[in-house]
């Protein structure tokens, strides 16, 4: 069964704006992260956030977790044309075999 | 890609038929997956591997095998594919257990079932 929800499932702003997507998750975990997939291409990492963590950045993203209402939220800010992707959220559970279950992600476009 | 090549890229079989997709790594991580990808699904995880000759069940793998004899290589089987098993499959590595537990993916092999 899937772990995330991804909301929304599809986005479409202009660039520069700041885009939001949100995931939920159902059982405790170890740590949550974020990736990102160009269209044909592999998912490339983007950031990984811990269970005892609440916010964590990285060039132009922000990413904050909150493990109360187990959810999880991606800000990009300044948006480019180079976002346009599916970004996805992956939850890891059990500590050391690193089982992620993926989110079923949300499609980004920037329009310029 | 991390140095993850997989092979074939694309592949269109007959249902019934035997397919085995290849992982190949050059970065000696420890850990190695196999996922697919469906629309409406994200991507599942169906076998992983630990070691060589060590792997365990995702949460999709009936229907397939895999085996590992050397760090650097990982085989998907499907035995007898079926029209179900039509996706895009995806090869990770990663260095879980280490403090390291960013997964890297490989471009993905598409595989169709007629």
């Known amino acids: 069964s899937q772990q995330g929800e991804e909301d929304p499932q599809a986005l479409s702003i202009q660039e520069g704006e700041n885009a939001t997507m949100n995931c939920s998750y159902k059982t405790s975990i170890n740590n949550l992260q974020w990736y990102r997939q160009n269209s044909g291409r592999g998912l490339v990492h983007l950031i990984l956030i811990r269970s005892n963590e609440r916010e964590k950045h990285s060039g132009r993203l922000r990413v904050t977790l909150d493990t109360s209402k187990k959810s999880s939220s991606l800000l990009i800010t300044a948006s480019r044309a180079a976002d346009t992707a599916s970004y996805f959220c992956a939850t890891d559970s059990i500590q050391g075999a690193q089982k992620l279950v993926f989110g079923q992600g949300t499609r980004l476009t920037i329009n310029p | 890609d991390a140095g993850i090549t997989q092979s074939p890229r694309h592949k269109v079989t007959e249902t019934g038929t035997p397919v085995t997709l290849r992982c190949h790594q050059t970065?000696?991580?420890?850990?190695m997956y196999w996922y697919r990808q469906d629309p409406g699904h994200g991507l599942r995880l169906i076998h992983y591997?630990?070691?060589?000759?060590?792997?365990d069940k995702g949460e999709v793998s009936d229907g397939y095998s895999v085996s590992r004899s050397k760090t650097e290589d990982f085989l998907l089987t499907l035995e007898s594919a079926t029209s179900s098993q039509t996706s895009v499959y995806f090869c990770a590595i990663s260095l879980a257990g280490t403090g390291e537990e960013t997964q890297y993916f490989g471009p993905g092999t598409r595989l169709l079932v007629l």
């Open positions: 591997s630990y070691g060589v000759k060590d792997t």
């Open positions: 970065e000696n991580h420890r850990y």
